[in-house]
DNA sequence: GCCACTG
DNA sequence: CAGTGGCAACGCGGT
DNA sequence: ACCGCG
């Protein structure tokens, strides 16, 4: 039996890897020689270089490079080996500075003549600013992840060769967007959750839920059978409860499968277990047949109390954040501390029930069973029935995508139950998240007895090869934890296959191949390296040898189309690695990385804005303090002018808000009126703040009412999370009325809501006047006050995010709290349109409101 | 993060 | 030269 | 009148 389960795993993941790399690699060939026109090539490329010589070892060639309207040129050589997967080449020379630059180039086999020259990422240096010219121009194009590679903006860190030489940073925007999309991310966990992935409405829910009268349906539809439900199981033999079943995997695609043959489920961000129920004895076993069930007691009890005979059921053990999304890292917490009161369990399968193996059964009428099992358990209680639609599987993804969940899974409905990989089931996710052993690690710069970092690797073709290091995502705790971890098993020599690189090997303590770490990634370089890595935790459950590269099998294949980039000019970042959210082990770089993938989001509302910044060099933890005038020592991308004898600060592009960043901003509040006029307002903010204890529904209603009463002034308004409790509500209007009629404005507006209820809503700031309500400030509408910018971070535990969202998205389960920095890309990505669409060109005119 | 001021 | 404090401001209610 | 709070 286990020869046989082992062979089904390493034998189709470890062709499909190779598979991958090939098809990757071909790709970026095909593009070089399609015979694009010359006019179009060039523009892209622009560039020339004639091959000169060429022997076993090394491949000699000048490249001639037109830098300034100036052609220059340079010696290059590719070596030392002539593997085509080794695309890396150097440039040798004495004259000039581009002698740091590496490059990654595709050479027509036995031709002289034009190709793709990209530059290389990784440890690239350019002393001045040529090379930025040149991409600048188009005459160098720009690759990060190869064919993965995202349209955006990606922050590059420039690090000499020569130590002396000074780091530096440069941003490079990426105007094409790649059809390969990252895939993964976090869980949803609770049936209202699912239903709001059918688009249903919190009343429906309320009103019984289309989910459950789906299920209670089916229900009815089983139960008008013949016999009972148990004992009328088609397909269903007698058997004796197994010890144990190898669990049922799903594969992993980039695209969700459509059709009434599938049925999609939440996938759910914990650990596998399977439940085996004998009477009283309850057992709860890893995905490899462990039994944990001392780790999640509160689970067994919970299933125990069902008395459900004997029974096998297969499922996913959680935690919930307070956003109401599942986290692994939660979860691993709470089974540190020993808790395991705040655990579910959801179930999705059933394999065996009361004398019968379901293994040979339906999927759609396993679950049906299940749920038939489940009718009674308490809602909100330690087992729950994961519920599925028959939905779009596409669509699906789409939705859990933009709620912050980790993905879907999908299966097929009319399938038995199969051990091990298979295709009958299949998971898309929303952020790419993978287990990659750790191979060593570099002590950590600030603390000792830490870890800044992991080098990490995984096995292809039974080897361990090199992928990269995960430097960030660990809070302090975990640092110290992975040290003790690691520093045991210390070894003297890298354990891969292939002598590690100089990169990889830097600062390097190597350890025994024996840990397996869970990494949150944004895709792979071109090199088939880590792209921004994020520690999310151990897997305990999980060999090192099984951890082979999983890779999304492509329904189609994109082929990479040269991005073209646009680079702005280098800059310092200090203390990239400085942890400023050290809940989340955020880094400065982190951020950086945070603003200029979400840059075009955020730009159009932060560019030329009065600002003012709530700074903390030191992070959360570390003092923080607000700032609203220009300061000496700010750098030029930042704008500083005086206004009305007042010094503004403003920026006018994602250069400007990575000098943000450096100064360690941690959030961003713009005024609510344009650089240009800034006497007049363009926009007016209610920002609704519930009181402790307040119910998110109430906030929710809060927040519909200051719709609909400014819907009746003929104003269209805009919603986003705050980030912290509560949420604002914006109006943009014309620049036609001062602060103080804004202000006045919003002030009747809010004191009209008070008045109609003043059990709900305050327009007072006193504390007492607020027990019980919301209070719903509309003082950020004087000359000065400022609220938070839309997409900026909040300086809070989490690193969550104020988020844009549509008001049909806010009678479902969003949180104030719900996005962060780590999951609001992912939504940005699978975003169909702006949620704020449109808000920049209404002209909405206030002073024509009487009153 | 950085400048200005202090001892 | 090392150490340290500031880096917004506005309405409100309490003292 | 001043202080502390958000």
Not at 175 to 200: F, M, N, P
Not at 460 to 489: H, M, Q, S
Request: aromatic share 6%; with cysteine.
């Amino acid at each position: 039996m286990a020869p046989a389960a082992v062979a089904r795993k390493e034998g189709p993941a470890a062709r499909s890897t190779a598979a991958g790399k090939l098809s990757a690699y071909k790709a970026k060939r095909d593009f070089t020689k399609s015979p694009e026109p010359a006019a179009k090539r060039s523009r892209a490329v622009g560039h020339r270089f004639a091959i000169q010589r060429h022997d076993a070892r090394r491949l000699h060639f000048d490249l001639r490079l037109e830098l300034g309207g100036v052609l220059k040129s340079w010696a290059v050589t590719r070596g030392p080996s002539l593997d085509p997967a080794d695309k890396r080449l150097s440039i040798h020379t004495e004259d000039h500075p581009l002698e740091y630059l590496s490059f990654e180039g595709v050479i027509p086999d036995g031709e002289y003549g034009g190709g793709t020259m990209i530059v290389w990422d990784h440890g690239t240096w350019t002393p001045d600013g040529d090379a930025e010219a040149a991409i600048a121009k188009g005459h160098l194009s720009f690759t990060l992840a190869g064919e993965r590679l995202r349209g955006g903006w990606h922050l590059i860190r420039m690090r000499p060769r020569a130590k002396e030489k000074k780091e530096q940073w440069l941003l490079v925007k990426v105007d094409d967007e790649h059809a390969l999309a990252s895939v993964g991310g976090k869980q949803l966990v609770d049936a209202e959750l699912t239903s709001i992935l059918t688009g249903r409405t919190n009343a429906e829910l309320a009103a019984g839920g289309a989910i459950r009268k789906d299920h209670a349906a089916r229900r009815k539809v089983a139960a008008a059978k013949p016999s009972s439900p148990r004992a009328r199981v088609p397909k269903a033999k007698k058997a004796l409860l197994p010890v144990f079943l190898e669990p049922s995997l799903a594969t992993l695609v980039e695209k969700a499968p459509a059709g009434p043959e599938w049925l999609h489920e939440i996938k759910h961000d914990g650990y596998r277990l399977q439940a085996r129920i004998d009477g009283h004895s309850v057992k709860l076993l890893t995905r490899k047949g462990l039994d944990w069930t001392s780790k999640f007691g509160a689970v067994a009890d919970g299933l125990r109390e069902l008395k459900l005979g004997s029974a096998l059921i297969d499922g996913e053990v959680v935690v919930e954040a307070e956003s109401g999304i599942s986290s692994f890292s939660l979860l691993q917490e709470a089974i540190s501390a020993g808790r395991s009161d705040r655990m579910v369990f959801y179930a999705f399968d059933l394999l065996y029930v009361d004398g019968s193996s379901l293994e040979a059964t339906p999927l759609v009428e396993r679950k049906t069973q299940l749920a038939a099992l489940l009718d009674d358990v308490p809602a909100g209680g330690s087992v729950r029935f994961s519920e599925h639609i028959d939905d779009d599987g596409v669509a699906m993804a789409r939705h859990a995508c933009r709620l912050g969940l980790e993905g879907i899974v999908s299966k097929r409905k009319d399938q038995p139950y199969r051990p091990g990989r298979g295709t009958h089931w299949l998971k898309t996710k929303c952020i790419e998240r993978q287990e990659f052993v750790i191979a060593g690690f570099v002590p950590s710069t600030t603390s000792p007895k830490a870890v800044g970092s992991l080098i990490l690797g995984d096995y292809e073709n039974g080897k361990l090869v090199y992928v990269g290091r995960a430097g960030t995502g660990f809070t302090d705790r975990v640092a110290r934890e992975l040290w003790a971890a690691l520093d045991p098993i210390k070894r003297t020599t890298a354990p891969f296959a292939a002598k590690p690189s100089v990169d990889a090997a830097r600062g390097a303590r190597w350890v025994e191949p024996r840990l397996v770490a869970e990494v949150e990634l944004r895709g792979w370089t071109a090199d088939g390296l880590l792209r921004h890595a994020a520690y999310k935790g151990l897997r305990e459950d999980k060999d090192a040898v099984d951890v082979i590269r999983e890779s999304p099998k492509a329904s189609a294949s994109a082929a990479a189309k040269a991005p073209s980039p646009i680079a702005s000019h280098t800059f310092d970042l200090t203390h990239p690695d400085r942890v400023l959210w050290p809940d989340v082990g955020l880094t400065k770089q982190g951020l950086a990385e945070y603003y200029a993938e979400v840059a075009d989001w955020i730009l159009p509302h932060v560019v030329d804005r009065p600002l003012s910044l709530l700074r903390g060099p030191n992070g959360i933890g570390g003092k923080c303090f607000f700032q609203k005038h220009a300061w000496d020592g700010i750098g030029e991308a930042v704008q500083r002018q005086t206004i009305a004898g007042e010094e503004i600060l403003s920026i006018r592009n994602l250069d400007g808000l990575v000098a943000l960043v450096q100064a360690g901003s941690l959030e961003i509040h713009p005024w609510g009126s344009k650089l240009k006029d800034i006497e007049h307002p363009d926009r007016i903010v209610f920002d609704l703040d519930p009181d402790e204890g307040l119910t998110w529904d109430a906030v929710v209603e809060g927040a519909l009412e200051v719709r609909e009463r400014l819907r009746h002034l003929k104003l269209e308004s805009f919603v986003k999370t705050s980030g912290g409790k509560g949420l604002h509500v914006v109006v943009p209007v014309a620049p036609k009325v001062d602060w103080a009629t804004a202000k006045a404005f919003a002030k009747h507006v809010v004191e009209a809501m008070a008045k109609d209820s003043p059990d709900r809503y305050t327009a007072n700031v006193a504390k007492r006047a607020r027990a019980d309500r919301i209070f719903i400030d509309y003082l950020r509408n004087g000359r000065g006050a400022t609220a938070v910018a839309p997409y900026s971070t909040r300086a809070r535990a989490g690193a969550p995010v104020s988020v844009p969202i549509g008001w049909d998205e806010l009678t479902a389960g969003i949180r104030p709290n719900q996005f962060d920095v780590q999951t609001l890309p992912a939504r940005l990505r699978h975003a169909e349109h702006d949620a704020w669409a449109g808000i920049g060109k209404l002209r909405q005119r206030i002073d024509l409101i009487r009153g």
